[in-house]
Nanobody, 122 residues
Framework: QVQLVESGGGLVQAGGSLRLSCLAS????????MGWYRQAPGGGREMVAT??????????NYSDSVKDRFPISRDNAKNTVYLQMNSLKPEDSAVYYCHAEGRGTFYTMDYWGKGTLVTVSP
């Protein structure tokens, strides 16, 4: 019911910045929260940042490794979530996946994008 398309990945030098975008389409009315997860080579998938809207206010949650560096934002009118990555480090290199949590009366559903590669050179 929900499709997610990421963009903005690429190659950047350490200390640089990159902004990821995720466009949601389909049953976007069912989305309760969106976020970004990443998976480095040989590692598991970890949460980077999530954002949830309630009463017109956005509430963000961050991994300790990116807190104060990667602000997440959401444009509800455009059904788009952004991840502004600043002060990038080589250890930030990973495939970044967009995630959306869909919620109905008696169910929840996880939606994933195909991922976008971020490579940070030393």
């Amino acid at each position: 019911q929900v499709q997610l398309v990421e963009s903005g990945g690429g190659l950047v030098q350490a200390g640089g910045s990159l902004r990821l975008s995720c466009l949601a389409s389909g049953a976007t009315f069912s989305i309760a929260a969106m976020g970004w997860y990443r998976q480095a080579p040989g590692g598991g998938r970890e949460m980077v940042a999530t954002i949830r809207s309630s009463g017109g206010t956005n509430y963000a949650n961050y991994s300790d490794s990116v807190k104060d560096r990667f602000p997440i934002s959401r444009d509800n009118a455009k059904n788009t979530v952004y991840l502004q990555m600043n002060s990038l480090k080589p250890e930030d290199s990973a495939v970044y996946y967009c995630h959306a949590e869909g919620r109905g009366t008696f169910y929840t559903m996880d939606y994933w994008g195909k991922g976008t590669l971020v490579t940070v050179s030393p």
